[in-house]
């Protein structure tokens, strides 16, 4: 990849902003805070792990925050930030992802047409130094309420063509007591069974719409998470096997109260339409409400052909927040997907 150093954006006169690059990870305490703003006046129920965002900063896949992100300042404190990678994905397309974050006290300032004008030319340089015959797309993520972001990927002719939502179980009372088909067993992996746990999910979500090659995959970057705990996370198994799976999260809010996170629930192609997602996931309930919890979240590609958002229906949970993913042909020629 190319270490060009793309000119930074102008600010206008007298607006107090300035943008710099990103310097290492002592600069994630500030960009958390605005972008915990952000989600916080949007309604988002995810909130920002700095341990966490450590974690993600150092196994980006085909990005290098030092020359991949820039920071936006506001007399001197960060109030938003751009970074861009690129991933090639199942269905053959490529996308030039761009995430952009500004929070809502510096919105009108022109701070997010900044940030994407500077990450669609950044994204140029890298596709000149990663050539590929794909259909490629530019891309970026909307949350629902974002509406600064999203005017401003409108006016540069983005679409929203995807849409994703966190649903929310607000107690975990009354949870159905997991029913687990002939054949199968539930119960949490060992250190050994690990990558096959992973390989296991990394095939459930193959044909999931947007879904990045497996190569751009890590067990590291899973089990080395300081979020992930092996006794939450709950497996079905064929056997030997693993044919389903959930893998759950504790998460501390601000006032000291636990809550659930479902992070991702999988189920392979050759063991769907038997109940084994169902099962683990009020078995992750249970789990959950024994660690503290009082409630829990997911989140759904709305859109899944698998019916999940009827699934996470039937076991409690109801959308309380989206967002909506955006793209715009990399080529002017390229219809939309």
């Known amino acids: 990849m190319t270490t060009t150093l793309l000119e930074l954006p102008a600010a206008p006169a007298g607006s107090g902003i300035t943008y710099r690059r990103f310097r290492g990870l002592d600069d994630l305490p500030e960009m958390g805070a605005a972008n915990a703003r952000l989600r916080t006046h949007v309604g988002l129920l995810e909130p920002i792990d700095l341990e966490a965002m450590r974690h993600r900063y150092t196994h980006l896949v085909n990005s290098d925050p030092l ?11 960060t109030v938003g930030y751009g970074r861009v990678e690129w991933h090639d994905l199942v269905d053959g397309d490529r996308i030039y992802d761009i995430t952009s974050v500004v929070q809502p006290a510096a919105w009108g300032l022109g701070i997010s047409d900044a940030l994407a004008g500077w990450a669609e030319d950044r994204l140029r340089e890298v596709a000149a ?5 794909r259909r490629a797309w530019f891309a970026l993520f909307v949350f629902d309420g974002d509406f600064e972001l999203e005017r401003s990927a409108l006016a540069r002719g983005y679409a929203p063509v995807r849409w994703d939502a966190e649903m929310l179980r607000p107690t975990l009372d009354a949870i159905e ?4 088909p002939d054949g199968y067993q539930l119960r949490s992996p060992t250190q050994d069974e690990l990558p096959a746990v992973f ?5 459930a979500f193959a044909e999931h719409w947007g879904e990045a090659e497996a190569h751009e995959f890590d067990l590291a970057e899973w089990i080395d998470d300081p979020r992930f705990r092996r006794d939450l996370v709950v497996v079905a198994w064929a056997g030997d096997e ?6 759950n999260v504790v998460e501390t809010l601000a006032d000291g109260s636990l809550r659930g996170l479902l992070d991702s629930v999988s189920t392979h192609p050759a063991h769907r339409r038997r109940g084994l997602a169902r099962a683990a996931i009020l078995r992750s309930l249970q789990l959950l409400r024994a660690e503290g919890a009082a409630s829990a979240y997911l989140g759904v590609d709305t859109d899944n052909h698998n019916r999940a958002s009827a699934l996470y229906k039937s076991c409690g949970f109801r959308k309380v927040s989206g967002s909506a993913a955006y793209r715009k042909p990399f080529n002017r020629q390229e219809s939309a997907p």
Do not use: F, K, L, Y
Request: net charge negative; aromatic share 0%; hydrophobic share 40%.
């Open 242 to 247: 693993p044919a389903a799976c959930v893998s």
């Open 177 to 180: 007591e997991p029913v687990v």
């Open 129 to 133: 130094a990663n050539p590929s015959d």
């Open 199 to 203: 390989r296991m999910q990394v095939e």
């Open 67 to 77: 020359v991949d992100c820039i920071i936006a300042e506001r007399d001197g404190a």
